[in-house]
């Protein structure tokens, strides 16, 4: 790929060449699952074009439990086909992707009158590990209560009986969703974000190509495609609406709000999956010196705001009980909030049934138009979510080809790296971030920084190493340390970062997970931003009251 072909630096080059053809499939999203579709499709040999009418991945995929999970909780639900499907997955995305998946080993503890009893536990997790197919080393282990405290010792004392013990993979979503997208366009996909399809274009009674906005200066463009994919999350029954197709199965809404804790005030050793007195069950996970605990789960109804869903007070003193509750010793509070985060699952309605019963498959409809619109899912199965929506596009292309289709390949992405994971799983990636450490820091970086950017870009940190002779002529002036000006020049010439919200929220996590460097950087930021994507005073000032208004978001719950 050329350095440019996936930057913001060359927005209008890259908008310019959409008009100059009609691609074989258009997927509308570029959250998850539409990335992953795009790079099936495009794997294939399909030639694909994604837009997004916000940042990639700013809908529901920057803002889940970000766990790729072996869906644990479906046992309980006792969708068996589920549970071995993305337990199988998940062993996918690691070694597709180790630097954006992270093995965790999560306890669930056992108690006295608690939902499940130690047979139970064992049972439960014994079955899990043989239908997701679970490695030796990372099958279920079961602890004594004395084990069990040894491992947290924050944990509730009163009734505990012991614990069980498997792993799950910690992800980042948003760097996921990129790294999937940026394959994709390594192999020839355009992706433009900030890009609105808002009008379907017929021929002869079918879906043809969009009109789509850009959001970035108001200009329309028009988009043809042999076929359409509507991947827009919780928006796929505006586009359904859009096509008078929204008829039959619709989506429901449900709402998860995670808030996270510095490490000091609620130092967890171990990730823990617990009960609530409601009968629900909610994570506290470690993270880069933070601990987050999530989730909730309420029916959202307000689809005047879908794109930033808020926290309010309720969902947080939820989160609070919750976790005090399970942590008793931490009296923790609304000031020890730090950040916060809430998504928007967008489920398949199921009649009678509350938001954490409704199942997390994923559905296709395809309209009388033949737009294809896919819902539902988790983060874990979208790539096997894209195989299957591709395989029907393929379908029925030959169809339409009276036969089939010269130069489509069979799907491939089951052993696919996705961009920056040409390392290989397990010790692989171990000794690669230990001799990137090393090399970062002999071109000058300290060893920190250079173990960050190895782990957070894998296989392309070179890219970013090699800018390091850029810092001392371009950036030592800019306020920011190497390490975050390597960081936002990546994002803005590889990573099509437009605004700082794009780069602290989407690129870095910082906002979530270290929202005091976002306090510290955000005007250097601003400022190297601004120069070097040519923002009008009037952009200036709407990207930076963007970005004030998510740090207010982050930390105060509406009522
Ligand atoms: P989205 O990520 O929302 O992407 C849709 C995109 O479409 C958006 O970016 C939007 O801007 C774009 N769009 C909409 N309309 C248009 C238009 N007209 N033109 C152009 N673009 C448009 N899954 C897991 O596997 N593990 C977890 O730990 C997990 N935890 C979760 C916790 C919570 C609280 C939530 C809410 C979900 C969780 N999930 C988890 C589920 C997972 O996050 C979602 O299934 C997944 O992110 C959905 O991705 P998507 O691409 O379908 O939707």
């Known amino acids: 790929m050329s350095r440019l072909a996936f930057s913001n630096l060359r927005r209008r080059e890259i908008i310019g060449e ?14 998850i699952t539409g990335a992953g579709i795009a790079l099936d499709a495009q794997s294939r040999g399909l030639n694909v074009c994604l837009v997004d009418m916000q940042d990639f991945a700013a809908g529901t995929s920057s803002r889940s439990t970000k766990l790729v999970h072996g869906g644990l909780r479906y046992l309980k639900q006792l969708e068996v086909g589920l549970v071995a499907e993305v337990g199988k997955e998940r062993a996918i995305v690691y070694e597709n992707g180790p630097h954006v998946t992270t093995p965790e080993r999560m306890l669930l503890p ?3 009158d608690g939902t499940f009893g130690r047979f139970s536990t064992s049972l439960g997790l014994y079955v899990y590990d043989l239908l997701a197919g679970v490695k030796r080393e990372e099958r279920r282990r079961m602890l004594s209560r004395e084990e069990t405290l040894a491992r947290e010792p924050l944990l509730k004392k009163d009734g505990l009986l012991g ?12 760097r996921l969703t990129l790294e999937v997208l940026k394959k994709a366009v390594s192999l020839g996909a355009k992706a433009v974000n900030y890009m609105k399809a808002d009008k379907f274009l017929y021929s ?21 495609a042999k076929k359409i994919i509507n991947a827009a999350g919780p928006w796929v029954d505006d586009l359904r609406e859009l096509d008078r ?8 809404l449900t709402k998860g709000v995670h808030i996270v804790f510095d490490h000091r005030r609620f130092p967890l050793r171990q990730a823990v999956y617990f009960d609530v007195p409601d009968g629900r069950m909610v994570f506290a996970i470690p993270r880069d010196g933070k601990t987050y605990v999530g ?9 005047m705001n879908m794109a930033d869903p808020e926290m309010t007070k309720a969902d947080r003193d939820y989160l609070l009980m919750a976790v005090n509750g399970m942590f008793p010793d931490l009296r923790l509070t609304e000031q020890d909030v730090e950040s916060s985060w809430v998504g928007l699952r967008p489920l398949i309605h199921q009649e009678g049934k509350s938001p954490s019963e409704i199942s997390r498959r994923d559905e296709i409809f395809v309209s009388p138009s033949g737009l294809i619109s896919m819902a539902g899912g988790k983060l874990t199965g979208y790539r096997k979510m894209a195989e299957t929506a591709v395989d029907l596009v393929v379908k029925q292309l030959e169809r339409e080809n009276g036969g089939s289709l010269g130069g489509i390949r069979p799907c491939s992405t089951k052993t696919l790296p ?9 010790e692989a990636y171990h000794s690669f971030v230990k001799k990137k450490t090393e090399e970062g820091v002999r071109l000058g970086l300290d060893s920190r920084s250079a173990e960050l950017l190895a782990r957070r870009y894998g296989s392309n940190v070179d890219r970013l190493f090699a800018g390091i002779g850029r810092y001392a002529e371009q950036g030592a002036d800019s306020g920011l340390p190497c390490e975050w000006w390597l960081m936002l020049m990546y994002a803005i010439e590889e990573e099509m970062a437009l605004t700082p919200a794009d780069f602290f929220v989407r690129r ?6 270290d929202i005091a460097s976002v306090r510290k950087y955000k005007e250097p930021v601003l400022r190297v931003m601004r120069e070097k994507l040519s923002w009008t005073d009037k952009q200036a000032a709407e990207y930076a009251e963007e970005l004030d208004r998510q740090l207010r978001q982050a930390v105060e719950p509406v009522c």
């Open 110 to 112: 056992i108690y006295k």
């Open 418 to 426: 996705i961009s920056g994971g040409d390392v290989g799983g397990g």
């Open 295 to 303: 989730t909730t789960d309420t029916n959202y109804s307000n689809r």
């Open 204 to 224: 002869g009674g079918k879906a043809a190509g969009v009109e789509a906005t850009d959001l970035v200066t108001g200009s329309r463009h028009t988009i043809f």
């Open 163 to 174: 614990s069980g013990c498997y792993v799950e993979y910690r992800t980042d979503d948003a």
């Open 18 to 31: 959409l008009a100059d053809q009609t691609f074989d499939l258009l997927v509308i999203g570029g959250g």
């Open 245 to 252: 197709s929204r008829n039959g199965k619709t989506l429901h």
């Open 508 to 513: 870095t996590g910082a906002l979530f997970f």
